[in-house]
């Protein structure tokens, strides 16, 4: 019992210690959790990481400027007050905007009980920070008065130097140059971050003053400090703030130096994007949110005010709703605002009016308690909104706001011409009142006069002459036409041609006479001469709609006639703007729809005349096509000259035909896509199916075979019967001929004709119909040259274009140039390899005659950069890296003997599409240039399997004496071997012929 009854009372203990051991552990994790312990510390706020002040339970310290040496506690604290100031830390660091505001009264509610300054000293810089950070500037400006006595000399000049940069935002320059002279008097050398900072906010101050040169000097700099300093989570923010006001710089540079402002806007885009690649470093942002946020807005802001100024709206965008994303993790109302304005005012650019409407009311609902000045500013862009996207949305209620903004005090003239402007366009749509646009028009054209803005004064007259033409008023239309004549050599070209526009509206409001048809030919030469003058990303969506808007309404008054002369007149003009336009013809309002369908003269053709009539159409349209393809654009004019002779007749195409080849002509209709089918004997018409379906299929199909995927041999063969139909295409003829245009351009008509069960001995694409104007048999030359660049050669040059350092190695290629020249006679073949690969061999006499040119290298087409389409070769020893891309312009202007050419790189066939002029390719290039065949591709190849390829052509080639039968031979052969089963391989080639 006893034995038995010690054992159960030492359990007892050991359970009653036990539960009691738990319970003082859990007490103290407890305690733990909701108090810090003895030995914690909290760094509170800081602006720049200068100057840091630490909290611990019972002392406050604080790190020198750049944290160079640590001092001693130097003020007391209770327990109590270290728990309160924890709690500021926290509410801070939650990024919540209310929580943050707590924050900081009850930073300013502790200080303020204080009985010793120095607490308030000490932690002056924080709290300038924290209502820095909230937008609350008075307050910030506010705790300078308290800091008199620069007890703790870094902490003072963390406070000037915030005010500054306060200073900077309200535009207080004078202000801000003396709060960045006191830091730069009393800056110590040691503290490098701190000088950059100074110098980065100098050289902003200077931008303000319009000093660019002074700015200039501060900011290169800034850079050669910057060297001096790791990438951290301290000097992160510096190098964000560096490279953003190097953007700043450029920006403004650009205003004084309009000649080269596109460079300068390119170099502006270049410094936002190294700052946003700071700002975006994941292992490095990601512990440091709250510091770099708003940087983070404020680039992703100006990178799309920038894509914005140079007519890239995509990216614009991007970067807006990249930034609206940011705000969903930590909301800030000034920048939200901002940041919706954009949006709406891109969308706006873009002619996307109901998305416009939403972010323009977002940006007015969060403008209007604290900004009415610019609530009344988006209350005239949404009556403008409303009535160019004719909206059903309520439009009196803007239009009230609207005008409230010209009556408000202290504002500017140019508000006022914007808020008058809306009033009058708005006041026409509702016609509910006759008196007021009458006495709003004459305020209007009194405010146009006092302003020096030409731009704005151009809106304003344009606003009067639309009015002035509503209202039946000859007078005022006359007036502001007289006026707009001396404005448009200095404004945008949208309002250029906007103001040509409404001339010739005005003038053709009673009756088309020869006076409005000879200033219709003036303004078509005065649009050439202005596309003429822009780069293609400049065609913005608003210069397109007012340009397409002439054009249709100028075909439709030429159309009215049944003039043979103004029937050329349409075909020769809309072929000449889709050739300016470079093909953005598609991408404008919907109003360029109409030209589209006119230009081509496909709606009436296709559904209204014959087989015969619609061919012989088209034959003109591509005869039009190739005699601008060969013109030098310097030289454009206006010209009624028309080729009808009876050499470009149906009947001249079938004479040349041989009785064993048949033409294939596709089309794309308003809806549906046809082809046409032609023999010696024969000419037959049919329909391949609804266009919006085709497209879909065509893209599915090219997705499949150009990355390699899966694909389904089944509806691949049912997609080349479509292509081929059974009943148009003749089954006895050997040679195929097509000529395709729009969306058959990148159609693999080799790889889809392998799989019909009767197939042809070659299919070759046409350049154009036009009669060879040799008429000469092949010629006799002989000799094979083949350029290769397995590795560009840099030159040791440090500047190299990003696009050129993402190029990849080919070493495949010399290999390629090693096995294909032995196949051809050694005293006829040359292989020009490596540093020898240039543009000067290129352009040799020796190169661009000889019979076979073969060229593997890289080749770019950048589709969102249309003009960047060429060859990559070698950059010669006493050349500069630029001259290593070689254009398909300046292919196209060299003259070429070559019977063949075989481009054997990435998409060599691909290139920029406009309606009219087929794709600006370089395979295009080197046949305008007067080669007669080139082999090219239609998407990316694979290094090695491009040697096979290649190796297996010119066999059968040397065999056959055949280039465009070689193809096809070749496709089989790739087509058998397992590891080159997928039509990747192969279905990419086609040969293209520049003549029938």
């Given amino acids: 019992m006893y034995r038995s009854g010690a054992a159960e009372s030492s359990w007892y203990i050991y359970l009653t210690l036990h539960w009691v051991n738990l319970l003082l552990r859990y007490a103290l994790l407890w305690a733990g959790l909701q108090s810090p312990a003895v030995a914690a510390q909290v760094l509170i706020p800081s602006p720049y990481d200068f100057a840091k002040v630490g909290v611990t339970s019972s002392s406050i310290t604080y790190q020198k400027c750049g944290g160079i040496s640590e001092t001693p506690p130097i003020l007391s604290i209770e327990y109590s007050d270290f728990q309160l100031l924890q709690s500021v830390v926290d509410g801070w660091e939650s990024g919540v905007e209310l929580r943050q505001k707590q924050s900081v009264l009850n930073l300013e509610n502790w200080l303020n009980k204080q009985n010793d300054e120095a607490y308030v ?16 500037y008075p307050e910030a400006e506010g705790v300078l008065s308290r800091t008199a006595n620069n007890r703790y000399l870094p902490i003072a000049l963390d406070v000037q130097l915030i005010l500054g940069e306060v200073a900077l935002i309200k535009g207080e320059l004078e202000k801000a140059k003396k709060y960045l002279s006191f830091v730069a008097t009393h800056l110590p050398d040691s503290c490098t971050a701190m000088k950059l900072k100074l110098l980065v906010l100098s050289a902003e101050l200077s931008i303000n003053l319009d000093e660019l040169n002074t700015a200039s000097e501060q900011l290169y700099q800034a850079v ?17 703030n560096l490279h953003d006001t190097y953007g700043f710089l450029y920006i403004s540079e650009s205003r004084v130096k309009p000649d080269i402002k596109q460079a300068l806007m390119g170099d502006a885009l270049s410094a936002e994007l190294i700052a946003l690649n700071y700002v975006t470093r994941n292992e490095l942002s990601s512990n440091n949110s709250i510091a770099l946020h708003k940087q983070h807005l404020v680039v992703l802001s100006n990178l799309a005010w920038i894509y914005t100024q140079l007519f890239d709206y995509n990216n614009a965008e991007n970067m807006l709703l990249s930034a609206l994303q940011l705000l969903q993790d930590a909301p800030d109302r000034d920048l939200e605002n901002h940041i919706y304005y954009l949006l709406g005012v891109n969308y706006l650019n873009l002619g996307l009016y109901d998305k416009a409407y939403v972010f323009l009311v977002n940006a007015a609902t969060l403008a209007e308690p604290s900004d009415p000045m610019q609530f009344g500013r988006l209350s005239c862009l949404l009556s403008d909104v409303i009535v160019d996207g004719e909206l059903e949305k309520p439009l009196s209620t803007h239009l009230a706001e609207c005008s409230t903004l010209s009556g408000k005090k202290g504002v500017l003239t140019d508000d006022k011409i914007m808020s008058y402007s809306s009033q009058l366009k708005a006041l026409q749509q509702l016609q509910s009142d006759k ?8 305020r209007l054209e009194a405010n146009i006069l006092e302003t020096s803005h030409e731009n704005i004064r151009m809106t304003g007259f344009a606003a009067l002459a639309e009015f002035a033409m509503e209202t039946n008023n000859r007078a005022l239309a006359e007036r502001a036409f007289n006026e707009m004549q001396y404005e448009e050599a200095s404004v945008t070209p949208t309002l250029q041609v906007k103001a040509k526009l409404l001339k010739y509206r005005f003038l053709t409001l009673k009756e088309v006479n020869d006076d409005a048809l000879a200033f219709a030919d003036d303004t078509h030469e005065y649009i050439v001469k202005v596309l003429q003058k822009l780069d293609t990303n400049e065609l913005v969506p608003a210069l397109q709609s007012q340009v397409f808007s002439f054009y249709q309404l100028w075909f439709e008054h030429l159309m009215q006639s049944n003039s043979e002369a103004n029937a050329h007149k349409v075909l020769h003009v809309s072929i000449q703007l889709n050739q300016l336009t470079n093909g953005l013809a598609g991408t404008a309002t919907n109003q360029s729809k109409n030209l589209m369908q006119v230009s081509e003269l496909q709606a009436q053709v296709l559904d209204n005349d014959s087989v015969a009539l619609s061919l012989q159409h088209h034959i003109a349209w591509d005869l039009e096509r190739l005699k601008y393809a060969k013109a030098n654009p310097a030289s454009l004019s206006l010209q009624v000259v028309f080729d009808g002779s009876e050499t470009n007749t149906i009947e001249s195409l079938q004479a040349r035909l041989k009785p064993s080849e048949q033409l294939l002509f596709y089309v794309a209709g308003a809806s549906t896509g046809y082809v046409f089918g032609l023999t010696k004997n024969t000419l037959a018409f049919s329909s391949i199916g609804n266009l919006p379906a085709l497209q879909y299929e065509l893209r599915e199909m090219h997705a499949q075979l150009s990355k390699r995927l899966p694909y389904d041999d089944q509806a691949l063969t049912s997609l080349a019967k479509r292509i081929f139909p059974e009943g148009l295409v003749a089954p ?12 058959f351009q990148d159609i693999p008509v080799n790889g889809l004709a392998l799989l019909l069960e009767q197939q042809p001995d070659a ?13 000469t048999p092949d010629s006799v030359k002989s000799g094979f040259k083949l350029l290769s660049v397995p590795e560009l050669t840099l030159n040791g040059s440090t500047q190299v274009p990003d696009w050129m350092a993402e190029l990849k190695p080919l070493p495949w290629s010399a290999i390629e140039a090693e096995s294909v020249t032995r196949l051809f006679k050694e005293a006829d073949a040359q292989a020009i390899v490596g540093e020898q690969a240039t543009r000067d061999a290129l352009f040799s006499d020796e190169v661009k005659t000889a019979s076979v040119l073969h060229i593997a290298a890289h080749h770019i087409y950048d589709p969102f950069k249309p003009q960047f389409v060429g060859l990559v070769l070698n950059a010669g020893a006493q050349d500069t890296l630029g001259s290593a891309f070689i254009s398909e312009y300046e292919i196209r202007n060299q003259v070429f003997q070559n019977d063949l050419v075989f481009l054997n790189g990435c998409a060599t066939a691909q290139g920029r599409h406009f309606v009219g002029s087929n794709t600006m ?34 066999q059968d080639y040397l065999r056959t004496k055949a280039p465009d039968k070689a193809l096809l031979n070749t496709m089989r052969k790739m087509k058998t071997q397992p590891r080159y089963k997928h039509p990747f391989y192969w279905a990419g080639y086609e040969l293209t012929q520049r003549h029938l």
């Fill in 435 to 442: 008196i007021k646009p009458l006495l709003i028009a004459d």
């Fill in 224 to 240: 050669t400090l910057k060297k001096q300093l790791p990438v951290n989570k301290a000097t992160l923010p510096l190098f964000v």
């Fill in 763 to 775: 299919v070759i694409k046409l350049l154009s119909l036009a009669t060879d104007e040799s008429s």
């Fill in 921 to 954: 390719s370089i395979t295009r290039a080197f046949l305008i240039g007067g080669a007669k065949r080139v082999v090219s591709t239609l998407w990316e190849v694979a290094d090695k399997a491009s040697l096979n390829f290649a190796s297996h052509y010119y």
């Fill in 121 to 136: 000293e000490l932690l002056a810089a924080n709290l300038v920070w924290m209502y820095f950070s909230l937008y609350q």
């Fill in 732 to 743: 006895d003829k050997s040679v195929w001929y097509v000529v395709s245009n729009q969306i």
